[in-house]
């Protein structure tokens, strides 16, 4: 068993926990931002590609700071697996951030110049995140005197080798399925919930785990605990005894 703190606050809340005046401005936020999305068009492009790709150049510095907080974390293992880490909090910041600036084309016109900008932007984002994603193994080299190098454990490779895929509709999922899998011990609900996104029938579970894994260590483990490997296998294991999901070899 794990000890860890969790906040006293969380999405299971009930109505007595929640205060009416903040429940109506998350209201007011939300529907004035499905209205502005709703009615966005070709023109609103430039507007939206600017504020997503500011964003998104925050993040990324962020995530930058929090992997080099990793790799000299010396209490969180071996150098190698905090430079897996590390690089497991860039990678999944910029394929974050690319998804971002790629689902702005639903308000662009094909080959229109909204799209060339967005595409644009695009590119801009994948050359930050190679800068930073060098200036870490520089980093790493020259901070700890050695190369970086990523090899798979012999976990990660079977990880790497199968493929969850949804079986189940999508009704027993939500009834039976997914309740009769139960998470293990140690992953939290919120974790859970990330890894069922996940599966999408292309990703295979160490695809699956990294995103997961980076998430925890960008907010912190201490907040809902870490995810581990182990566990991640653990679940869709028990996701595939219950009939939810089958495994395929990748």
């Given at each position: 068993?794990?000890?860890?703190?969790?906040?006293?606050?969380?999405?299971?809340?009930?109505?007595w926990?929640?205060?009416?005046?903040?429940?109506?401005?998350?209201?007011?936020?939300?529907?004035?931002?499905?209205?502005?999305?709703?009615?966005?068009?070709?023109?609103?492009v430039?507007?939206?590609?600017?504020?997503?790709?500011?964003?998104?150049h925050?993040?990324?510095g962020?995530?930058?700071?929090?992997a080099?907080?990793?790799?000299?974390?010396e209490?969180?293992?071996?150098?190698?697996?905090?430079?897996?880490?590390?690089?497991?909090?860039?990678?999944?910041?910029?394929w974050r951030?690319?998804?971002?600036?790629?689902?702005?084309?639903?308000?662009?016109?094909?080959?229109?110049?909204g799209?060339?900008?967005?595409g644009?932007?695009?590119?801009q984002?994948?050359?930050l995140?190679?800068?930073m994603?060098?200036g870490l193994?520089?980093f790493?080299?020259?901070?700890?005197?050695?190369?970086p190098?990523?090899?798979?454990?012999?976990?990660?490779?079977?990880?790497?080798?199968r493929?969850?895929?949804?079986?189940?509709?999508?009704?027993d999922?939500?009834?039976?399925?997914?309740?009769?899998?139960g998470?293990?011990?140690?992953l939290?609900?919120?974790?859970?919930f990330?890894?069922n996104?996940?599966?999408?029938g292309?990703?295979?579970?160490?695809?699956?785990?990294?995103p997961?894994?980076?998430?925890?260590?960008?907010?912190?483990?201490?907040?809902?605990?870490?995810v581990d490997?182990?566990?991640t296998?653990?679940?869709?294991?028990?996701?595939?005894?219950?009939g939810?999901?089958?495994?395929?070899?990748?």
């Amino acid at each position: 068993m794990t000890l860890r703190i969790r906040p006293n606050r969380s999405s299971d809340d009930d109505l007595w926990q929640v205060d009416a005046t903040q429940l109506k401005r998350n209201a007011f936020v939300i529907a004035c931002s499905a209205f502005t999305l709703a009615s966005a068009s070709e023109a609103d492009v430039p507007r939206l590609t600017a504020l997503v790709l500011g964003g998104a150049h925050q993040r990324l510095g962020r995530e930058s700071e929090a992997a080099m907080n990793r790799l000299m974390d010396e209490t969180a293992g071996p150098a190698a697996s905090r430079n897996k880490d590390a690089v497991m909090l860039l990678d999944t910041a910029a394929w974050r951030e690319s998804g971002a600036i790629e689902s702005l084309k639903a308000f662009a016109d094909q080959g229109g110049p909204g799209s060339r900008l967005i595409g644009a932007a695009g590119d801009q984002l994948k050359k930050l995140a190679a800068a930073m994603r060098t200036g870490l193994d520089a980093f790493y080299q020259q901070a700890l005197g050695q190369k970086p190098e990523l090899l798979l454990s012999e976990e990660e490779k079977q990880a790497a080798g199968r493929i969850p895929v949804w079986k189940a509709a999508l009704l027993d999922l939500l009834t039976e399925k997914l309740k009769l899998a139960g998470p293990p011990e140690d992953l939290h609900g919120h974790y859970i919930f990330e890894i069922n996104n996940l599966i999408d029938g292309r990703r295979s579970t160490l695809d699956i785990y990294r995103p997961v894994r980076a998430a925890a260590l960008s907010a912190g483990e201490w907040y809902y605990g870490p995810v581990d490997l182990g566990d991640t296998m653990k679940y869709l294991e028990g996701l595939e005894k219950s009939g939810a999901i089958a495994f395929q070899a990748k």
